[in-house]
């Protein structure tokens, strides 16, 4: 969470001057006076939550100042969100409209042209851009280059893979109308999926919004408890004036500020590029190999060793609290490497699958022309990093045992991927048939695959709902730890 804030905030700071355009982009309101208005109210309402709490001034400004520091993170962030769901909205018309103006007519520029009709904004422009790339370039990579223009303004997977397939349908020719409607199934699936999700998000942090505010009713409940008792006759108790209400009023307000700015910050979605850079994805697969988990493994063992031996010594020595630190940390070390192994793995299972469908409609393009091998051959260079060590096996293992399904089995099995790992097998099946059977046998498994992914980022996206619907409940918990220590104060101070 610390390191969320501190990102999100300092990315905030740094581009709070990209808001206007964020807010044409997205065409939402925007004004100087819009947003002074909303600082405005929301200093006043924390003054009227701070003087009915009867917080003194220096807490009253500590609040206030939070509200300062805050505020442009939070106006940064929700114009930022608005501007990810108008380029999302771009992407599901454009990739909408290519499919069906090519499956009309296979021509690249005629089905940009006819998109560029129903786009508006910088998504009409960016295609306009690549129309005009399209018609004054001379270089045999034209389309590459027409076509780039909108893969790096939206850098979208999706984007990316109906460009190649349908570039190499003109080229080459051959039937499409199969490939171009699986592709489209998969378009469907995500665009549902994803504002489906949207729509999630905006409840919980609606939710979240409601939950702050009742923790700030509920806190009041402390406070018009002990203004009743201090006009009971023969009562005379004012915990608002100790040090210790101020202090855990204060923590109170900063806690529910900390919180909804987390919530702005980290419940934001970028709902278009979901690859992670090679970097990454390299550094995972050094996690999860063999020789370095041993040598970690041994390094963690001797670390452990080394802290248990130090937490014995303090314990002797009878400082208790030091061994017991220094012996928890001890075991945090022995169980590092599996902790992050772990995680390093599930995130390289989330790169496989999205990986190894943008591989397969290689293969099916590849084999318009090519045998089922040759296909796999041509797609090693362009493939993803996270498969490209298997796949060189793979291509290695085929040339030495071409009739064997050995290498079949073994593809992508260390990744533990058992759905991928099925749909491998059934390429072997594929070598065995004439083109037009391995064309329609290839789109079948492709179909299969993209219904597995579908589940698979639908089961995703519910496990980290319910990690954000279990955030909710998180004000409830500030507000019961006010109270109480609010209830602890009234009653020491009635005995």
Request: aromatic residues 12%; charged residues 25%; hydrophobic residues 45%.
């Amino acid at each position: 969470m610390g390191y969320v804030m501190q990102y999100g905030i300092k990315k905030a700071y740094k581009n709070i001057g990209n808001i206007k355009s964020m807010a044409y982009e997205s065409k939402t309101s925007y004004s100087f006076w819009k947003i002074t208005g909303i600082a405005a109210a929301a200093f006043f309402v924390l003054g009227c939550i701070c003087v009915f709490y009867k917080m003194n001034i220096i807490c009253f400004a500590i609040s206030e100042i939070a509200v300062i520091i805050f505020m442009p993170a939070i106006i940064f962030y929700y114009y930022l969100q608005k501007q990810e769901d108008k380029r999302f909205n771009d992407v599901d018309v454009y990739i909408h409209q290519m499919a069906y103006s090519f499956q009309r007519n296979p021509k690249v520029n005629v089905a940009l042209e006819d998109t560029s009709q129903i786009l508006t904004g910088k998504a009409k422009k960016t295609v306009i851009k690549s129309i005009k790339r399209l018609e004054t370039e001379t270089s045999s990579e034209v389309y590459n280059y027409a076509l780039k223009i909108i893969e790096d303004e939206y850098n979208c997977p999706r984007i990316k893979t109906l460009h190649k397939l349908i570039v190499d349908i003109e080229q080459r020719g051959g039937k499409y109308y199969r490939s171009l409607e699986i592709l489209l199934d998969d378009f469907n699936c995500w665009v549902k999926r994803v504002y489906k999700y949207q729509d999630d998000i905006k409840q919980i942090k609606r939710n979240s919004f409601i939950g702050i505010i009742l923790s700030f009713v509920l806190a009041s409940v402390s406070v018009i408890i002990s203004r009743i008792l201090e006009g009971t006759a023969g009562i005379d108790i004012s915990i608002t004036n100790t040090l210790l209400y101020q202090v855990v009023s204060l923590i109170f307000i900063l806690l529910n500020i900390i919180y909804f700015v987390f919530v702005n910050v980290s419940y934001g979605r970028e709902w278009l590029n979901t690859d992670r850079t090679e970097k990454k994805i390299l550094k995972d697969m050094r996690i999860i190999s063999d020789s370095h988990k041993k040598s970690i493994k041994i390094f963690s063992i001797i670390t452990f060793g080394i802290m248990l031996a130090a937490a014995f010594v303090f314990l002797f020595a009878k400082k208790f609290p030091t061994a017991v630190i220094v012996g928890l940390a001890g075991i945090y070390m022995l169980f590092v490497p599996v902790i992050n192994r772990k995680k390093a793995l599930i995130r390289i299972q989330n790169d496989v699958y999205i990986s190894f469908s943008e591989w397969l409609r290689d293969i099916v393009i590849h084999l318009q022309d090519e045998p089922l091998q040759a296909a796999v051959r041509e797609t090693y260079k362009d493939c993803p990093v996270v498969m490209k060590e298997s796949l060189g096996r793979f291509i290695y293992e085929l040339e030495e045992t071409p009739s064997s399904v050995k290498p079949y089995y073994e593809f992508m099995s260390e990744f533990g991927v058992l759905d991928i790992s099925s749909t491998v097998r059934m390429l072997y099946s594929v070598s065995e048939l004439d083109v037009d059977e391995a064309d329609e046998m290839m789109n079948t498994i492709i179909k299969r695959n993209y219904e597995i992914i579908d589940k698979y980022e639908e089961n995703k996206n519910q496990n980290n709902l319910s990690a954000l619907r279990f955030a909710e409940y998180i004000p409830m918990i500030f507000v019961s730890l006010k109270i109480a220590a609010d209830m602890l104060m009234v009653i020491t101070g009635y005995l």
